[in-house]
């Protein structure tokens, strides 16, 4: 059996110090293979996107194991964080596209990622992730001639262009109407199938519960297994 694209041991983390510490995660365990899609769902400020975080090496980890796509992220330096991050593709609510740039210049800094491959053949990937999420029509247009669903396509297509061996997605499909919506987890379900990526995804869209392998939910930093609909929030 393959090893796990991430586990999680023990992990415990807090915001804070002295009088004002408060502990986001508590004795958080997790596993998620390579092409499995796990949904994790919960209330607001229970420490979802926290977790997201630390897992996409983008906090340093304080309290517990947290190994990803075979490195450990405990005691880990800047660099290495650095050199893991090139192997995830992640999707935040910020967008955090360049305004600088296109559409299209946007999602090829993804494609940038990829080694050995020509301009020409990054820019043909990067329009067509583009065409698949629905904006084949707007490569030259830039983020502030997009709406806000039209940018997270964006941001979505840009994390898919680099191939990533993992997925860490906070609400991908928030901005989405239900067919965009739709689309849009059908190709990150896709990745995981045809490429063997991990997916880890936080939602309370109930729209999307059938592509989990499984279900998730964290309450106060805790998680637990979820089942069903009733487990969104």
């Not at 393959?2 to 997790?30: I, K």
């Not at 983008?58 to 990803?68: D, K």
């Not at 995981?192 to 990526?197: F, I, K, L, N, V």
Request: net charge positive; charged share 20%; proline share 4%.
């Amino acid at each position: 059996m393959a090893s796990p694209s991430v586990a999680v041991v023990g992990l415990n983390h807090w915001f804070g110090s002295g009088a004002n510490q408060r502990q986001v995660l508590v004795n958080v365990g997790l596993q998620i293979q390579p092409g499995e899609v796990v949904l994790l769902t919960g209330p607001s400020g229970c420490g979802k996107t926290t977790l997201l975080t630390l897992i996409g090496a983008l906090r340093q980890v304080t309290a517990g194991s947290v190994r990803v796509l075979g490195e450990e992220l405990k005691g880990s330096s800047r660099a290495q964080r650095q050199l893991l991050r090139r192997q995830i593709g992640m999707i935040f609510q910020g967008h955090n596209l360049l305004r600088c740039l296109t559409a299209e210049q946007n999602v090829q800094m993804g494609a940038d990622l990829l080694p050995n491959l020509s301009y020409r053949v990054r820019r043909d990937q990067s329009r067509d992730w583009l065409r698949a999420v629905g904006l084949g029509d707007h490569l030259g247009k830039l983020p502030h001639d997009l709406s806000g669903g039209q940018k997270q396509r964006v941001a979505i297509a840009r994390a898919l262009a680099a191939n990533p061996r993992l997925l860490l997605a906070d609400e991908p499909t928030a901005a989405l109407d239900s067919r965009t919506g739709r689309e849009v987890v059908d190709l990150l379900k896709g990745l995981a199938r045809d490429q063997g990526c991990a997916v880890l995804m936080v939602t309370h869209d109930p729209r999307i519960l059938d592509v989990a392998d499984r279900l998730l939910c964290m309450e106060d930093g805790q998680l637990t297994e979820a089942n069903g609909p009733d487990a969104i929030q």
